[in-house]
């Protein structure tokens, strides 16, 4: 029997990242025999505190969603594709009954999230603020399920994916 995975993204900000470190920990001490892996960016505050605790960490391309008007928009567009293809190959490593994509939100866990969908693998969010972020918005049309920590986050998500 293969050994079951659970691949976490999400950063840009410590906010996304320190949730996913305590998830990670916990993870550790009640269940060694998981293999926990993190998916992020190349230059993100994520690449940092994960490696500080010891997690295989792969870096991916990703870009901003701005929701105004840049000359980035045009690269970053360019940037998610080219790290959901990143993602799509790294999660293709990994049968779909042994592997699971945890997602702490931020725009590095986009095109993590929609790999992982592409790879039928199954796909959760965890939506720690009152203030639901885009990444997570567009994220949970490709999750199994949204977890959240305020009832007012409630209404951004469809009702049947929310715990």
């Known amino acids: 029997m293969a050994k079951k995975v659970v691949v976490f993204t999400g950063g840009g900000s410590g906010g996304h990242v320190i949730p996913a470190i305590t998830l990670i920990k916990n993870l550790k ?20 505190l994960i490696r500080n605790i010891e997690v295989p960490y792969k870096a991916i391309y990703t870009g901003k969603l701005r929701r ?24 293709m490593k990994f049968s779909n009954k042994d592997c699971l994509i945890f997602s702490t939100g931020g ?4 095109p993590v999230v929609i790999a992982g969908f592409l790879t039928r693998k199954k796909v959760f969010i965890h939506e720690q603020t009152s203030r639901v972020g885009l990444a997570n918005r567009i994220s949970s049309l490709f999750a199994d399920k949204v977890f959240i920590s305020f009832e007012s986050s409630k209404r951004y998500f469809k009702r049947d994916k929310v715990v």
């Open 107 to 110: 725009f590095v866990s986009v």
């Open 29 to 48: 001490s009640d269940f060694p025999s998981v293999s926990i892996r993190y998916i992020g960016g190349i230059n993100g505050i994520e690449s940092q």
């Open 68 to 91: 105004y008007f840049s000359t980035e928009n045009f690269s970053d567009i360019f940037k998610l594709f080219l790290g959901t293809i990143q993602s799509f190959l790294y999660l």
